[in-house]
C-alpha cells in the first residue's frame, strides 16, 4: 500500500494531463469537422482511430471473454483471480471503443440509428450490435464487484437498500451470461476480419484471404491470455497482489497452441491460394509481413514453450509483450498498411488523431486506479482459489 | 428495367459541360483550384464534384492520342457500398440509381473504403458532414428526365438509356468501327456489372480505370455473413455442452472423493 501512495498521484496527474489534452480537439472537431484535426482524406477515409481504437482495441479487450470462458465454462478455478481484472479491462476497452467512435463518427448523434436501420448484410452492422450486447453483457459480468462493496458501506441512503438482491440475480444467471459473452465475442472478432473481405482489391493478397475472420478470431485469442499476463503484471507493480507464478505460466502455456494453430492456417492458406511465393516476393511490403510474423508469432511460440521461460515472471510477460505487438501490427496492417489507397493521396496520423487516443486510454487507466482502490478487484477470487 | 449510361469516349470533347451541368443540378459549390498543367480541372473528386473528365495523354498504335474519360459513380449492379452500408443508407434501386438517404447515414465511411473505384466522398470540412456521390440524377429519372450531365453533353459522347439495349448499341459501335474502338466494354462484366458503360479507342487500364474481375466485391463478405447464423448456434450449444460436461465431472469427482473418505472413517 505505501508503494501505492508513492507512485500514484504523480501518475494520475499525468493521465489527467492526457485526458483534458485529448479533450482540445475533439472539441475543435465539433466546431470545424473532421478535416480540422486529422489527415484523413477521401483516399484515406479510415486512419489511425479505426486502427488503433477499433481493430486493436476490440482484439486486445478479448481477455475478457477468454478468461471468463476458462474459469466459468471449462471450470478452471486457478484462473479465478484474474477473470475480475481480465473482465473490467475488456469493459472499459468496449467502453473506449464506443467513446473512439463518437469522434470518427461523421454523424455520432445517431449512432442509435445502427439499432432501428438494419442491413443485415453488412459485417459493420454485425460488430455494431455485438459491440453494443457485449458491453452491455461485460458490464453486468463486472457489476458483482460494485455491489459487494455498495452492501459493505456504511452511508445513509445506500445501506438501506438489499445489494445481495441484484447480486443473487446475478449469479443466477451468470452461467448465461458468459455463454453469451463467448457467442457475441466470436461473432464480432471475426466479423471485423469480415469487414475486410470488402476489399479484395485495395487490401493486399499476402492479408486478403477469405478466412480472414478466422484469422482474427484465433488471433484474438491467442491475445486474451497475453493481455491477462500483460495487464496482471503492470497491476502488481503499482498496486502489489503478486500474482501466483503458476497462474501466469498456465495462462503462457496455452499460447503457443493457439499461435500455432494461427500460423499453420495463415500459411496452409497462402499455400493454397498459391501466393506463398509473395512472402519473398513482395518487396517491401513483405517487411511488415515478416515482423509481425516472426516477432509476434514464431518467437512468443519458441520461447512459451520452453519450461524455463514459463516458470520465469519476467519471460512470460515479455513474451507476452511479443504476442501483443504482432496483433497490433497484424491489425495495423490490414486495416491500414497494407491497405491501398485511392490514386494521389498519403497518409500519416495528425497529432490530434493520437492525442484522441491517448487521451481514451488514459481515462481508462484512471478508471482501473479507482477500481483498484475502491473495489475488490484483485484480491477477489483469491479466497476461492484457496 | 434498369437504366443505364453508355459514354463514347471517342465522340468526347473534353468540354466538361457535364462537369457544369452537374454542379448545377446538384447545386454544388465552386472549388478552388491553381493550374496543374493540364486542362483537367478540379484535379480529384470531392464531396463537392460529383464528375470529372480526365485528360490523358498517350501513344497508342504509334500515334499520339488525346484521350477523356468521364468519373462518376458506376451504379455497381451489386454495389459494394450498399452491401457495406450498417444502416442500408445506399441502396441499389431497381431502375439502375445507388441513391443515398442522409437521414439513416451515422458517417461510418465504410462505403469510401468498400468502393472498388473509389467514389463516395465525405464533407470533411463540416461539422455535420454527409457522404456524397454523384446520384445518377435519379430524382430528375423519377420525373421522367435524362441524367442533367446526359441531357448536357453536345457530342452525343453520353447516351442515356436501357442498360441491356446499350450493351447491344456498344456492340454495333464495336462491330462497325473495329478499327477505332478496342474489343470491350467497361462494365458490362467489372464486379458484377455497372450502370454505367464504357467505349475507349485505347486500352481500359491505359486511361486510369482499374482492372477488376467480373466476381462482385461483395461476393467474400456474403459468405462470411450468412455463416453467421450457424456459428451463433454452434458455439452457444458447445459452450452449453462443455459447462454440462464439466460440472458433471466435478460432481462425479467430489462423490468419488466423499466414497472414499466414508470407507476411510469404516476402515
Request: aromatic fraction near 10%; include cysteine.
Amino acid at each position: 500500500m505505501r508503494q501505492l501512495r508513492q507512485s500514484l498521484p504523480t501518475g494520475t496527474f499525468v493521465l489527467g494531463c492526457l485526458v483534458i489534452l485529448g479533450l482540445i480537439p475533439i472539441v475543435i472537431r465539433y466546431l470545424n469537422g473532421l478535416g480540422a484535426i486529422s489527415n484523413l482524406s477521401d483516399g484515406r477515409p479510415w486512419g489511425f482511430w479505426i486502427s488503433f481504437d477499433l481493430y486493436c482495441g476490440v482484439a486486445l479487450a478479448a481477455g475478457g471473454f477468454t478468461l471468463a470462458g476458462v474459469v466459468y465454462i471449462f471450470g478452471r478455478e486457478k484462473y479465478h483471480s484474474v477473470a475480475r481484472p481480465a473482465i473490467l479491462t475488456a469493459f472499459l476497452g468496449y467502453l473506449l471503443v464506443i467513446l473512439a467512435l463518437l469522434v470518427d463518427l461523421g454523424q455520432p448523434w445517431y449512432i442509435w440509428h445502427a439499432m432501428i436501420y438494419w442491413n443485415i448484410h453488412s459485417p459493420l452492422f454485425e460488430v455494431a450490435i455485438c459491440v453494443m450486447t457485449y458491453t452491455l453483457v461485460l458490464a453486468l459480468e463486472f457489476s458483482p464487484a460494485v455491489f459487494e462493496r455498495l452492501s459493505e458501506l456504511n452511508l445513509p441512503v445506500i445501506r438501506r437498500f438489499n445489494w445481495h438482491i441484484p447480486l443473487r440475480i446475478i449469479r443466477a444467471i451468470q452461467i448465461p451470461l458468459v455463454i453469451a459473452g463467448i457467442v457475441l465475442s466470436t461473432l464480432h472478432q471475426s466479423s471485423l476480419g469480415s469487414m475486410l473481405l470488402m476489399m479484395p482489391h485495395t487490401l493486399h493478397p499476402l492479408w486478403y484471404t477469405p478466412v480472414l475472420p478466422l484469422l482474427f478470431l484465433l488471433s484474438a485469442i491467442s491475445v486474451g491470455p497475453a493481455m491477462v499476463i500483460f495487464e496482471s503484471t503492470l497491476s502488481t507493480r503499482a498496486f502489489g497482489h503478486e500474482l501466483a507464478i503458476d497462474v501466469l505460466s498456465g495462462l503462457g502455456r496455452a499460447i503457443p497452441y493457439i499461435l500455432g494453430l494461427y500460423l499453420l492456417l495463415k500459411l496452409v492458406d497462402l499455400l493454397v491460394a498459391g501466393e506463398l511465393g509473395l512472402i519473398f516476393t513482395a518487396y517491401p511490403i513483405n517487411l511488415l509481413w515478416w515482423t509481425e510474423v516472426i516477432i509476434g508469432v514464431v518467437t512468443p511460440i519458441i520461447l512459451l514453450s520452453r519450461p524455463a521461460i514459463r516458470q520465469s515472471r519476467r519471460g512470460v510477460f515479455w513474451s507476452s509483450v511479443l504476442v501483443i505487438f504482432g496483433l497490433v501490427l497484424n491489425r495495423f496492417n490490414v486495416s491500414m498498411l497494407a491497405l491501398g489507397m485511392r490514386p494521389g493521396f498519403t497518409y500519416f496520423p495528425h497529432w490530434m488523431e493520437v492525442a484522441i487516443s491517448v487521451a481514451l486510454v488514459a481515462d481508462a487507466l484512471l478508471v482501473i486506479w479507482l477500481s483498484y482502490r475502491f473495489l475488490h478487484i484483485a484480491e477477489h477470487g483469491e479466497a476461492v482459489a484457496e | 428495367m434498369s437504366k443505364g449510361t453508355l459514354y463514347d469516349a471517342t465522340k468526347c470533347i473534353g468540354c466538361r459541360a457535364c462537369q457544369v451541368a452537374c454542379k448545377q443540378w446538384n447545386e454544388l459549390p465552386a472549388e478552388k483550384t491553381t493550374n496543374s498543367g493540364t486542362y483537367e480541372n478540379p484535379p480529384k473528386m470531392t464531396a463537392y464534384t460529383f464528375t470529372k473528365i480526365n485528360f490523358t495523354e498517350l501513344e497508342h498504335n504509334g500515334k499520339f492520342q488525346w484521350v477523356f474519360n468521364k468519373q462518376q459513380c458506376m451504379h455497381c449492379q451489386e454495389p459494394g457500398c450498399a452491401e457495406a452500408c450498417i444502416v442500408g443508407a445506399l441502396v441499389k434501386t431497381e431502375g439502375g440509381p445507388v441513391t443515398y438517404d442522409e437521414g439513416k447515414c451515422i458517417g461510418c465511411r465504410y462505403c469510401m473504403v468498400a468502393c472498388p473505384f473509389g467514389i463516395p466522398n465525405f464533407e470533411w470540412d463540416k461539422p455535420l458532414p454527409w457522404i456524397r456521390k454523384c446520384t445518377f440524377c435519379a430524382d430528375r429519372q423519377g420525373a421522367g428526365l435524362k441524367p442533367a450531365c446526359v441531357t448536357t453533353c453536345p457530342t452525343g459522347a453520353l447516351t442515356f438509356g436501357e442498360r441491356d439495349e446499350l450493351i447491344a448499341e456498344a456492340q454495333r459501335r464495336i462491330a462497325e468501327h473495329p478499327d477505332k474502338y478496342v474489343n470491350h466494354i467497361y462494365g458490362v462484366q467489372e464486379v458484377g456489372g455497372t450502370s454505367w458503360l464504357y467505349l475507349s479507342p485505347v486500352p481500359f487500364e491505359e486511361i486510369g480505370f482499374p482492372t477488376l474481375p467480373s466476381a462482385p466485391v461483395t461476393i467474400n463478405a456474403e459468405r462470411a455473413m450468412a455463416a453467421v447464423p450457424p456459428v451463433l448456434v454452434g458455439v452457444a450449444a458447445a459452450m452449453a455442452g462443455i459447462y454440462w460436461l464439466v460440472q458433471r465431472q466435478q460432481k462425479i469427482g467430489q462423490k468419488a472423493g466423499e466414497e472414499e473418505k466414508q470407507k476411510e472413517k469404516v476402515k
